[in-house]
């Protein structure tokens, strides 16, 4: 069975600055797509990036990027230029074209500190 | 236009009573979700269904019940709820297998 882990409950950033979010995934599956979903307070759940695991290049979208990583099984989020509005529960997510299932991992919690 | 919608936002009810969660997507999507958030966040999917057809339905007690007229919509029935359902629940629709899974504003359910 497919099993997301992220294994950084809580973290905080300074404003402006970088911060990394780790995801380790465990499959056996060769296809597969990897998300990273941001929850803030509002609840809504919002796709911030997508990354298909036959592409070799990593993803990105504007101040966010991803690091990853197939032989190791690792996707971890890079934010750039924290901003306040960043602030939130952020998701990494595996979506199984066998099984057609997105399961997530437990969640970070992101402070952007003013 | 809101692409996945879920009403109520909220309930709140009595344990022992049953009750209906409703969500119906406006983008054609094929596949479509049942989430359940716990207090500590965690998202554990419960059910999928493609085009009307249950594809996943996870270890959920069989109180809830999922139930989809068209594929526009995903209703979810829960019968004699305990105090352990309390959560939100979350609706969410995809095409997979490239695209995004677009998820509702979700359900606060709140069982005393």
């Known amino acids: 069975a497919q099993t997301v882990t992220q294994s950084q409950p809580e973290m905080s950033v300074q404003e402006a600055e970088t911060v990394t979010l780790s995801c380790t995934y465990d499959t056996s599956e060769n296809n597969y797509y990897l998300f990273w979903y941001k929850q803030p307070p509002s609840r809504q759940m919002i796709l911030v990036i997508r990354?298909?695991?036959?592409?070799?290049q990593n993803a990105t979208e504007n101040r966010f990027s991803v690091n990853f990583q197939k032989a190791a099984k690792s996707f971890s989020l890079k934010i750039s230029d924290s901003q306040l509005g960043d602030t939130a529960m952020y998701f990494c997510?595996?979506?199984?074209?066998?099984?057609?299932?997105?399961?997530f991992g437990q969640g970070t919690t992101l402070q952007v500190k003013p | 236009d809101t692409a996945v919608s879920q009403t109520p936002k909220y309930l709140v009810t009595q344990m022992g009573n049953d009750k209906s969660i409703k969500c119906e997507q406006n983008l054609g999507h094929d596949t479509m979700y049942w989430y359940k958030q716990d207090s500590k966040k965690f998202l554990k999917i419960m059910f999928s269904?493609?085009?009307?057809?249950?594809?996943i339905n996870e270890t959920v007690p069989n109180r809830f019940s999922p139930k989809s007229p068209d594929k526009a919509h995903l209703n979810l029935h829960i019968n004699s709820l305990e105090l352990g359902d309390s959560a939100v629940y979350f609706c969410?629709?995809?095409?997979?297998?490239?695209?995004?899974?677009?998820f509702g504003q979700g359900t606060r359910l709140t069982v005393v």
């Open positions: 969410a629709s995809s095409l997979p297998p490239d695209t995004e899974a677009f």
């Open positions: 997510a595996f979506y199984s074209s066998n099984t057609g299932k997105l399961i």
């Open positions: 990354q298909e695991a036959y592409k070799q």
């Open positions: 269904y493609n085009n009307k057809e249950l594809i």
